[in-house]
C-alpha cells in the first residue's frame, strides 16, 4: 500500500515556473513507475508523464514535451515535476499516481493506482 501527497501548486503568470512534489509513503513507491495526471475543470484527466522507477527513462505528453521535466529521489520517496513557460491552457489540478496495471508508455488514467488529493496549478495570462 502506498500514500501520495502532492504539493507545490499555485498561482503564477504565463511564462513563468512551478516544481511540484509528490512525496510517498510505503516502500511500494520505489518499485513502480509513477506518473503524474492532470484535470482541468469540465475535463477528463489527462496523461501528463511517466518516469520508471528509477527514474532512468521518462515519456511525456506532446503537449508538455520540452517543458515540463519530471524526476524522482527514491532516497526521499519523492517525485518532481519540475514545470517552465506554462501556459494558461497549463491550469489544471496535478495528480500523481503509481502505474499497476498497464505496459509502460499506457497514458490511460485507469492504468494507474494509489491517486493522491491533487494540487491546484493556475496561470494567468
Known amino acids: 500500500q502506498v500514500q501520495l501527497v502532492e504539493s507545490g501548486g499555485g498561482l503564477v503568470q504565463a511564462g513563468g515556473s512551478l516544481r511540484l512534489s509528490c512525496a510517498a509513503s510505503?516502500?511500494?513507491?520505489?518499485?513502480?513507475?509513477v506518473g503524474w495526471f492532470r484535470q482541468a475543470p469540465g475535463k477528463a484527466r489527462e496523461f501528463v508523464v511517466a518516469?520508471?522507477?528509477?527514474?532512468?527513462?521518462?515519456y511525456y505528453a506532446d503537449s508538455v514535451k520540452g517543458r515540463f521535466t519530471c524526476s524522482r529521489d527514491n532516497a526521499k520517496s519523492t517525485m518532481y515535476l519540475q514545470m517552465n513557460s506554462l501556459k494558461p491552457e497549463d491550469t489544471a489540478v496535478y495528480y500523481c499516481a503509481v502505474l499497476t496495471k498497464g505496459s509502460w508508455g499506457t497514458v490511460l488514467p485507469t492504468d494507474f493506482d494509489y491517486w493522491g488529493q491533487g494540487t491546484q496549478v493556475t496561470v494567468s495570462s
Open positions: 518516469i520508471t522507477w528509477n527514474g532512468g527513462s521518462t
Open positions: 510505503g516502500r511500494t513507491f520505489n518499485r513502480y513507475p
